[in-house]
């Protein structure tokens, strides 16, 4: 079946300008999760979705950060007045439910520049 | 808080060598442990996990076992192959798996 997709593919932006990056996790999934992935190093954990609950943003590192997502499907990542610093590969995954030994499945990722 | 080291990179090796790539973990709790791959070109994907201590992961040839006393999952392979070439990440999920920690990866080259 269908993975995990996310768009777009690449996005070069120019700093102070918002972008919004899209998942569809899935389906079926209850769990979503978005990562970011710096150049040469590992993921870093940014905020995750479980059905209904509330999302866990701890993970945000500053208030222009702010996820949604719809129901258990799509969800969208939003980065407001962009910075150089914010130039990254942004993951998201996807998994059946959040326990402790269920495998995330990620998408291709996004890779973002900020000029 | 919880972390994962990995052996840091990049590692080449020759085609059918035997492959170690290191991976030690702190977490409070009873933690899974996974090794994720990402080809070139490709998302990240599951290469194994373990749930609970001594057991084993294994998958295409590679192995890790999860040893609490080592806080370890060491990730093998006895004769690697071009197409092993990759990063390989190790993770841990500790309680809430959407806490999950990965390691910085670690790159592998395999010559023919």
């Known amino acids: 079946g269908a993975g995990v997709s996310q768009s777009p593919s690449n996005k070069v932006t120019e700093k102070g300008k918002d972008v919004e990056l899209r998942c569809d996790p899935i389906s079926g999934h209850t769990a979503l999760y978005w990562y970011r992935q710096r150049l040469g190093q590992g993921l870093e954990f940014l905020i995750y979705f479980q059905g209904n609950s509330a999302p866990d943003k701890s993970g945000l590192p500053s208030d222009r950060f702010s996820a949604e997502r719809t129901g258990e499907s799509v969800s969208t990542l939003t980065i407001q007045r962009t910075q150089q610093e914010d130039s990254a590969v942004y993951l998201c995954?996807?998994?059946?439910?959040?326990?402790?030994?269920?495998?995330?499945?990620f998408g291709p990722g996004t890779r973002l520049t900020v000029l | 808080g919880n972390s994962v080291t990995q052996m840091e990179g990049p590692v080449t090796l020759s085609e059918e060598a035997f492959l170690t790539i290191n991976c030690t973990y702190t977490a409070t709790g009873y933690p899974s442990l996974f090794w994720y791959v990402q080809y070139p070109g490709e998302g990240l994907q599951l290469l194994l996990k373990a749930t609970k201590a001594d057991d084993k992961g294994s998958n295409k040839g590679f192995e890790a076992t999860y040893r609490k006393e080592t806080t370890s999952f060491h990730l093998e392979k006895g004769s690697v192959q071009v197409s092993d070439s990759a990063v390989y990440f190790c993770?841990?999920?500790?309680?809430?798996?959407?806490?999950?920690?990965f390691g910085d990866g670690t790159t592998l080259t395999v010559k023919p």
């Open positions: 993770a841990l999920s500790d309680t809430n798996a959407g806490k999950s920690t």
């Open positions: 995954a996807s998994s059946i439910t959040s326990g402790v030994t269920d495998t995330q499945y």
